[in-house]
């Protein structure tokens, strides 16, 4: 595939999520229209793209639909190009058709057989489509942890689970806050899951429930990863009292320990343990430090318009774009930084980690240390 192609995929502007056309026509022209507006082609293209419904089927099947253009009208492309139209709702296609994303494809050569291989491919996964179609995943979380309850609770012997859940579970909770402090949940469907998945592993004799923070560290795609890109695109840095939250970092290596002496320790079934760094350390602290180890410097101060505008405008494009693009084996696109970041750098809760260092001799790693070593992670896989 071109790397042209690779580019325009990375625009936020070739994604419309949450879209409610009134017709094939009315999707295929809202498509069309992000695909000029991205510089991709000319206003012509997109009748070019309702004409092919007549002569050719654009539908895939999983409801997916792939309207391009006819093949003498390529000179009505500018550069190669893809657009996504989400359309939740769903949207007769033609009879007996329903679909809820729509793939426009511009290409001059022949980029868009390889694009159409894969988007066979990826509509044989129904999981994928599911989380291109909508996104979240709460029912799976509880599922899943019905499942191995049930499972442990059939043998003759009981073995011990260890159960990672999530700083989540406190939801908006603000200060320091210890294994008996309240589970709010009160964070959206994967926080409220998490406490679901709490409640019902909590019926279960020789349940060990451990409760990390950030998992920061060589490998964490969330954590490290996406900050580190963010950090060296100047799009975070330092963020004035909007990164003025506690970020409670934990090492990956350290969630690792953590599990083991779960594990090996006696008497500790039905224990919870909060996991993270000691040290209260700050999101602004955080990102001025990880920025300073990946040589992101000077680092920049961001403002709350440049924040709302990430938050608000720029996040669910780019991540419905990120999922598209991870299933088809294209290049990242730019990470999001989505409303639910931006409040947890802004919240002012601190994980009380003592208990797992009394009861589970877990030693934490030093902050200095887990930032230094993980850009240096990071600069060498990049």
């Known amino acids: 595939m071109s790397s042209t192609l690779h580019e325009a995929l990375l625009g936020h502007q070739l994604v419309r999520i949450n879209a409610n056309p009134v017709s094939k026509a009315d999707a295929i022209r809202q498509a069309g229209q992000l695909l000029v507006a991205a510089g991709c082609v000319t206003p012509e293209f997109a009748e070019s793209m309702i004409k092919r419904e007549a002569v050719a089927e654009t539908y895939l099947g999983a409801n997916v639909a792939i309207p391009h253009g006819l093949g003498e009208d390529k000179h009505l492309v500018k550069q190669d190009g893809i657009a996504v139209l989400q359309v939740p709702g769903g949207l007769e296609w033609n009879p007996g058709q329903t679909v809820r994303l729509v793939v426009a494809i511009a290409a001059r050569s022949d980029n868009?057989?390889?694009?159409?291989?894969?988007?066979?491919?990826?509509?044989?996964?129904?999981?994928?489509?599911?989380a291109l179609f909508t996104t979240g995943d709460a029912q799976t979380i509880i599922s899943s942890t019905k499942a191995l309850?049930?499972?442990?609770?059939?043998?003759?012997?009981?073995?011990?689970?260890?159960?990672?859940?999530?700083?989540?579970?406190?939801?908006?909770?603000?200060?320091?806050?210890?294994?008996?402090?309240?589970?709010?949940?009160?964070?959206?469907?994967?926080?409220?899951?998490?406490?679901?998945?709490?409640?019902?592993?909590?019926?279960?004799?020789?349940?060990?429930?451990?409760?990390?923070?950030?998992?920061?560290?060589?490998?964490?795609?969330?954590?490290?990863?996406?900050?580190?890109?963010?950090?060296?695109?100047?799009?975070?840095?330092?963020?004035?009292?909007?990164?003025?939250?506690?970020?409670?970092?934990?090492?990956?290596?350290?969630?690792?320990?953590?599990?083991?002496?779960?594990?090996?320790?006696?008497?500790?079934?039905?224990?919870?343990?909060?996991?993270?760094?000691?040290?209260?350390?700050?999101?602004?602290?955080?990102?001025?430090?990880?920025?300073?180890?990946?040589?992101?410097?000077?680092?920049?101060?961001?403002?709350?318009?440049?924040?709302?505008?990430?938050?608000?405008?720029?996040?669910?494009?780019?991540?419905?774009?990120?999922?598209?693009?991870?299933?088809?084996?294209?290049?990242?696109?730019?990470?999001?930084?989505?409303?639910?970041?931006?409040?947890?750098?802004?919240?002012?809760?601190?994980?009380?980690?003592?208990?797992a260092q009394e009861e589970l001799g877990v030693r934490f790693k030093d902050p200095e240390q887990m930032l230094t070593e993980a850009a240096k992670w990071y600069l060498s896989s990049a």
């Open 112 to 130: 868009h057989i390889t694009i159409l291989r894969r988007l066979t491919r990826l509509i044989q996964n129904e999981a994928t489509l599911a």
């Open 149 to 355: 309850i049930e499972a442990a609770s059939s043998g003759n012997i009981a073995p011990r689970i260890v159960q990672l859940s999530t700083m989540s579970v406190y939801g908006s909770s603000i200060g320091v806050v210890d294994e008996a402090s309240p589970l709010r949940g009160d964070l959206g469907a994967y926080s409220e899951a998490k406490v679901a998945a709490e409640a019902l592993a909590a019926g279960y004799p020789r349940v060990v429930t451990l409760r990390p923070g950030c998992v920061f560290g060589p490998g964490s795609e969330q954590w490290t990863v996406r900050y580190a890109r963010l950090l060296l695109a100047r799009r975070l840095g330092d963020l004035g009292s909007a990164g003025d939250g506690y970020c409670n970092l934990v090492h990956v290596g350290d969630v690792v320990q953590a599990v083991v002496r779960a594990i090996e320790k006696p008497q500790v079934d039905g224990r919870v343990f909060n996991l993270a760094v000691p040290e209260a350390l700050t999101w602004n602290d955080f990102m001025v430090r990880f920025a300073m180890a990946l040589s992101a410097v000077p680092v920049r101060r961001i403002g709350a318009r440049r924040l709302r505008i990430e938050g608000k405008l720029l996040a669910p494009p780019l991540k419905i774009l990120e999922i598209f693009a991870g299933k088809l084996g294209l290049r990242r696109p730019p990470p999001p930084i989505p409303p639910s970041l931006l409040r947890l750098m802004a919240q002012g809760i601190r994980l009380d980690s003592r208990r």
